[in-house]
């Protein structure tokens, strides 16, 4: 279940998309240096609005690839970086880990999943329909969120494409993603 990661992202001003670079540093308990959502508390704006003193359970936004090549599929082109994300990776299916899976980022840094992203309607401004392809419905009726997950820093260390992911789940019993 081990992956890689295929491109880092950061953006130190609010803005749908993140440029790639050629690493990214994590730093504990606060997230990407650098990028506008790293802080002890939440710093996405409409989170902010309902109570600015909440811990900050986004701070580091991850993307399997796999996702790109499935929208691609559907005729949308999508890029690293181009929805928010500031790692990411390829081999792991993302959504699918339990809370608290910690994932090991190249020598150093850790980050400890927290949740799922809540896809919001950013994402058609991006490309109109876009959203119906990262939200999931199952024929049960069941909804399954594919537009990557978030974690804190448990470790902090410098990111870069290529760098071996190493997965480690939790004792059980796993706990699934909800979002935050």
């Keep these: 279940m081990?992956?890689?990661?295929?491109?880092?992202?950061?953006?130190?001003?609010?803005s749908f998309t993140k440029p790639n670079r050629e690493s990214i540093t994590l730093l504990a308990g606060l997230g990407v240096e650098g990028d506008v959502h790293a802080g002890e508390t939440v710093k996405h704006r409409s989170r902010m609005r309902k109570d600015p003193s909440q811990p900050n359970l986004r701070q580091v936004h991850l993307m399997h690839e796999e996702l790109f090549d499935e929208v691609r599929a559907a005729g949308f082109e999508v890029a690293a970086g181009q929805l928010g994300e500031n790692v990411t990776?390829?081999?792991?299916?993302?959504p699918a880990l339990p809370t608290g899976t910690?994932?090991?980022?190249?020598?150093?840094?850790v980050v400890e999943v927290t949740g799922l992203r809540n896809p919001?309607?950013?994402?058609?401004?991006?490309?109109?329909?876009?959203?119906?392809?990262?939200?999931?419905?199952g024929a049960d009726?069941?909804?399954?969120?594919k537009a990557g997950i978030m974690g804190v820093v448990?470790?902090?260390?410098?990111?870069?494409?290529?760098?071996?992911?190493?997965?480690e789940l939790p004792?059980?019993?796993?706990?699934?993603?909800?979002?935050?």
């Design 141 to 145: 009726g069941s909804v399954r969120f």
């Design 2 to 14: 081990d992956g890689t990661v295929g491109a880092v992202s950061r953006n130190g001003v609010y």
């Design 102 to 109: 910690r994932l090991r980022l190249g020598e150093d840094a």
């Design 89 to 94: 990776t390829r081999g792991i299916d993302l």
């Design 171 to 180: 004792d059980g019993p796993h706990r699934p993603l909800h979002i935050v």
């Design 120 to 137: 919001c309607a950013q994402i058609d401004g991006f490309h109109k329909g876009l959203l119906k392809q990262v939200v999931e419905r």
């Design 154 to 167: 448990a470790a902090g260390g410098v990111v870069r494409p290529g760098d071996p992911i190493t997965v």
